[in-house]
């Protein structure tokens, strides 16, 4: 059974950094694409980084986030990270990891791309 666990949010004032973790289970990592989105309270999910492509060399981000936030993967570990420096108070969402398993065809930053999702790490900014 494919588990995702995020762990490491929390609430931090605007421009405080916060890094958090993503520890898969129930499949190996081959060449699935991990992601992270978030959400806000009455806001659709929004796909914030991606990381895929063999041995997970390829990245993206989106334009919101471009420059501070920084996704990376250990694969011994099946764990993903999403390093968030310079946070603002727009920031502030509940954070959700998911899984390409098994790969779909898709946008990497498109919800519909991925089958497991993690139950959620809150993110709070406060100015």
């Known amino acids: 059974q494919v588990q995702l666990v995020e762990s490491g949010g929390g609430s931090v004032e605007t421009g405080g950094s916060l890094r958090l973790s993503c520890v898969a289970s129930?499949?190996?990592?081959?060449?699935?694409?991990m992601a992270w989105f978030r959400q806000a309270p009455g806001k659709e999910r929004e796909g914030v980084a991606a990381?895929?492509?063999?041995?997970?060399?390829?990245?993206y981000y989106a334009d919101s986030v471009k420059g501070r936030f920084t996704i990376s993967q250990d694969s011994a570990k099946n764990t993903v990270y999403l390093q968030m420096n310079g946070l603002r108070p727009e920031d502030t969402a509940m954070y959700y990891c998911?899984?390409?398993?098994?790969?779909?065809?898709?946008?990497?930053?498109?919800?519909?791309?991925?089958?497991?999702w993690g139950q959620g790490t809150q993110v709070t900014v406060s100015s």
């Open positions: 129930g499949y190996t990592y081959r060449r699935n694409s």
């Open positions: 998911a899984a390409d398993y098994p790969p779909k065809a898709g946008w990497v930053l498109s919800p519909s791309k991925y089958n497991y």
């Open positions: 990381v895929f492509g063999t041995a997970g060399t390829s990245t």
